[in-house]
């Protein structure tokens, strides 16, 4: 991987704010299909599907893509609802996070909307600790480029000053210094994020609002994370991109905003997208290719694309006896999903305080792990807010334990948001909506080694999706997208057309000689 400024889509050179990003060049190859094009077939409708579809499509493949659900968008769906006051609206599963480093995930929202104006920045981020004062970390004015970004953090930081820093044990930290992939798994895929905090003495308080806010967007508990996971967070965020820690937010539900401009694009593009279809089996056919089977039907394809959630995974490939080999198809089945989360959106008669931040990261607030007021910057909430003069708030609880009481877990996160937001507790409740999930990848400790790979045994048969590991510096929503792009380059290259280039984050620590301690810390005995 080298460095280079950011292109679009096009090649048009588009320079980012880090001239350190990373560039990954497909294999050389035409630049599309001329005459007879193979067809894929892609499983899966999320980021990574959509991805993948985008990376075939542009170069002449013809893909069908198929998603069990009504709509698009995977975790990042939306569907419609009416409320209570006879008022539509449309929930989904959740607030996520547009970081300005997940460079390949807006690179696919490009295709639909080259300037992006879909996507707005949210001023800050705020976290707050319910350990019985009022403490509050913002991100708002810590400087972007590293090392100065983690630096300005503790200095900004009420919750973690000089004496916290000087008790941590630096050759502990050190591994922190120089974050490469996939070396990082190799040192730390057996240790627990909860276990690396306590060995390089991470303070308590900056650990829940530093560190159990990035873990929890794992939607895990630090005990059960692999360190490896939490510590590559750290080089994305912290250490390893001068993109800075703020982000931006759609300013429309997922749907409008997002996968209806793409969905168009797609279909544009001759994608048959085959919404409400679940694939059921997928087999290796007679004479070269694979039969699908969906809808009782079966229809051969030349190559296909599995970019499904882990649970999806499990079940095509348990279906599917004849796929890739046993060895391949035992490590799926070992796959394990996170906790279930809870998402709980309400509809209040009144507005919150005028100060209150779009999004609020907390921690210790009886499971609650943030808040969010839409209606400070998604336009469907604030016209709902200013016809009734009230509120749309957005609730989360990630890692639940199983078999915990649904609605008493309900009832305690609206209890939580009154002592967070004060004001909420004289507020009328309009509607109340709640959404239990709990189809999340779970990226246990130890757990690196079975995770799938783009490649598999068959050469006609790729994985995408934010569970697959990778040799980039990629997480979560830009996982699913650089994984997408990956799957679709794979099948191009054996074919002999050049795929899509990407971007990623430097794939090391930025300075040399915090790099040159890092290494000093791994020879020591």
Do not use: K
């Not at 497909?26 to 991805?51: Q, T």
């Not at 006879?86 to 300037?115: E, I, K, V």
């Not at 006896?321 to 309400?346: H, M, N, Q, Y």
């Amino acid at each position: 991987m080298t460095a280079g400024v950011l292109t679009d889509r096009g090649g048009v050179p588009r320079r980012g704010r880090d001239r350190r990003a990373g560039v990954v060049r497909p294999a050389p190859g035409r630049d599309r299909f001329g005459g007879d094009a193979p067809h894929v077939a892609v499983v899966g409708g999320g980021i990574a599907g959509l991805a993948a579809a985008t990376g075939l499509a542009e170069r002449g493949v013809g893909v069908t893509l198929y998603e069990r659900e009504q709509g698009l968008g995977g975790r990042l769906a939306g569907w419609p609802v009416t409320l209570a006051d006879g008022s539509t609206a449309t929930m989904s599963r959740g607030f996520h996070a547009f970081f300005r480093q997940y460079y390949n995930l807006r690179g696919l929202l490009r295709r639909a909307d080259p300037g992006l104006r879909m996507l707005s920045g949210l001023p800050d981020y705020p976290l707050r600790h319910g350990g019985g004062r009022e403490l509050y970390d913002s991100f708002a004015r810590v400087p972007r480029t590293p090392p100065w970004s983690a630096l300005g953090f503790v200095a900004l930081s009420p919750t973690f000053g000089l004496r916290d820093l000087a008790r941590m044990d630096p050759r502990a930290a050190l591994p922190l210094l120089d974050v490469r992939v996939p070396r990082v798994y190799e040192e730390l895929d057996r240790v627990s994020a909860e276990d690396f905090l306590s060995g390089i003495r991470f303070p308590e308080a900056a650990r829940h609002l530093a560190f159990e806010v990035f873990s929890r967007s794992f939607f895990s508990d630090p005990g059960e994370l692999s360190a490896a996971e939490l510590v590559l967070m750290f080089h994305i965020y912290f250490l390893g991109s001068s993109e800075g820690l703020l982000f931006d937010v759609p300013d429309e539900p997922f749907p409008a905003a997002l996968w209806e401009p793409l969905s168009s694009y797609l279909t544009g593009l001759g994608v048959g997208l085959r919404t409400g279809t679940a694939v059921d089996e997928v087999v290796p056919a007679p004479g070269g290719g694979l039969t699908v089977t969906a809808d009782g039907r079966q229809r051969r394809y030349d190559a296909v694309v599995l970019a499904l959630d882990s649970g999806g995974l499990r079940q095509v490939v348990a279906e599917s006896a004849r796929l890739c080999d046993e060895r391949w198809r035992a490590r799926i089945g070992r796959l394990r999903g996170a906790p279930p989360f809870l998402v709980s959106r309400l509809w209040l008669d009144r507005p919150v305080a005028a100060d209150r931040p779009g999004f609020l990261g907390t921690s210790g607030f009886g499971g609650l792990d943030n808040v969010s007021v839409l209606d400070r910057w998604e336009g469907e909430a604030a016209r709902w807010a200013a016809g009734t003069g009230g509120s749309v708030v957005e609730l989360h609880a990630y890692a639940v334990a199983p078999g915990t009481d649904r609605a008493a877990q309900q009832r305690l996160l609206v209890e939580q948001l009154h002592r967070v937001y004060p004001e909420t507790r004289s507020a009328r409740i309009v509607d109340a909506l709640h959404e239990w999930r709990s189809d999340c990848p779970l990226f246990q400790v130890g757990g690196y080694g079975d995770r799938p790979t783009v490649r598999t045994p068959d050469p006609d048969v790729v994985v995408a999706g934010d569970l697959v590991r990778t040799d980039l510096p990629v997480a979560l929503m830009e996982r699913a997208a650089t994984t997408g792009f990956l799957a679709a380059n794979a099948l191009l290259e054996r074919w002999g057309v050049r795929g899509q280039t990407l971007w990623t984050v430097p794939d090391r620590g930025r300075s040399a000689g915090l790099r040159a301690l890092a290494r000093l810390a791994r020879r020591a005995p």
